[in-house]
């Protein structure tokens, strides 16, 4: 029997992404940009100008109808009908156990459309189980994740790149007045696009969400334009290292089918004032009361390595915990990483070691996150 390997999918700026000579990983099933040249530049120009990342391989679920909000309080963790049109939020969507089958941003497009945005591993997985939970409810769903590319502008520079893709002073006016976590609808380089302030770097950025037909069109846009504000196109290693400073976390790392929402800190994401009766509610309602037996936390490193995913966190010989995520962090200069430990030893400022492949190194919990940019 012979042993057949799954193609691995490309988004619509697959060629982009090898003109501009990029190395290539598999992602969650996609042949993503790992990094276009040095990622210590990549995650760099996020930090001081702007950074430039293809997202298409996240998903597009749209929910619209009288119902879609109460569907939605239904399948997800979060309260949506108390949502403002225009709005972001960020939730969880959880199994019967209470544990997390994958994180993702919400968006209220209109009072009766709401658009879910999964991971990119999890996208076939969310849409399918969208669509048995709100089966019975008088709302439509529409998978767009096939049709749909998500751009990311992100770094100091974004919004003044962004605002250069509008045709008039008032569309450009509508980039730089849009808050954090809202989202619009407007016209961009000449095509209908939907702008969000959202990101996964710890930087002020942008989401653009279009039809894959013009995202090349897009993509190249936003490269002419960048380039006058120093914009760099990053790979998926800048991405990770970024949102790690950003103390934010990566689905099949510090969340998965294993962990609650409680046991990652995401107790208040989870709505228990809604009428709703969510799927995993039960179980978490018997949680509440709880204390976790271990907690999501920041650790940094008081030497030179890093830890890494897999490693063991040690007190007093004895092995409390786990990395999830680590590296050494390029804007701080010292290694941080994310990990779960025994509650005990989960206080700010407690000392822990960390098995380095048989050497132990020192390393403090600190608070997250590690880096915020400067307002």
């Not at 016209?187 to 996964?200: E, F, S």
């Not at 779960?340 to 997250?368: C, I, N």
Request: glycine residues 10%; aromatic residues 8%; negative net charge.
């Amino acid at each position: 029997m012979t042993e057949t390997t799954q193609e691995l999918k490309h988004t619509a700026l697959h060629a982009q992404h090898a003109e501009l000579g990029a190395n290539f990983t598999d992602f969650g099933g996609w042949d993503m940009p790992l990094k276009y040249g040095s990622e210590l530049a990549e995650h760099r120009a996020v930090r001081s100008t702007a950074g430039l990342f293809d997202l298409s391989h996240m998903g597009e679920v749209y929910l619209s109808g009288p119902q879609a909000g109460i569907a939605l309080n239904t399948a997800l963790a979060g309260n949506f009908t108390i949502m403002k049109v225009g709005k972001a939020k960020y939730s969880l969507i959880l199994n019967e156990e209470g544990k997390i089958i994958d994180d993702l941003i919400v968006y209220r497009l209109e009072e009766e459309k709401f658009l879910v945005v999964p991971n990119a591993g999890n996208a076939d997985v969310v849409a399918a189980a969208l669509e048995e939970r709100v089966a019975g409810f008088d709302v439509q769903l529409d998978n767009a994740s096939a049709r749909q590319s998500l751009i990311a502008v992100q770094g100091p520079n974004a919004e003044a790149i962004v605002a250069k893709l509008a045709a008039d002073e008032a569309v450009a006016q509508s980039v730089t007045e849009l808050k954090y976590y809202a989202a619009a609808n407007l016209v961009l380089g000449g095509m209908d696009v939907l702008l969000a302030r959202t990101g996964y770097t710890g930087e002020d950025g942008f989401e653009l969400i279009i039809e894959n037909e013009q995202a090349a069109e897009l993509w190249s846009k936003i490269i002419t334009i960048g380039a006058d504000y120093e914009l760099v196109p990053c790979g998926l290693a800048a991405r990770d290292s970024l949102r790690l400073e950003a103390g934010m976390p990566l689905y099949g790392n510090e969340l998965s089918l294993e962990r609650t929402p409680f046991d990652a800190g995401f107790g208040p994401v989870v709505s228990f004032k809604k009428e709703e009766d969510f799927v995993g509610r039960k179980a978490l309602e018997a949680l509440r009361e709880q204390s976790p037996a271990r907690k999501l936390v920041g650790l940094k490193g008081l030497g030179k390595r890093a830890g890494r995913g897999g490693y063991a966190i040690v007190k007093d010989g004895a092995t409390v915990g786990e990395i999830t995520s680590g590296q050494p962090s390029p804007t701080l200069g010292y290694p941080v990483a994310l990990g779960y430990v025994d509650a005990q030893f989960s206080e700010v400022g407690t000392e822990l070691e960390v098995d380095l492949r048989g050497k132990t190194l020192p390393f403090v919990v600190v608070e997250l996150p590690f880096y915020t940019r400067a307002k």
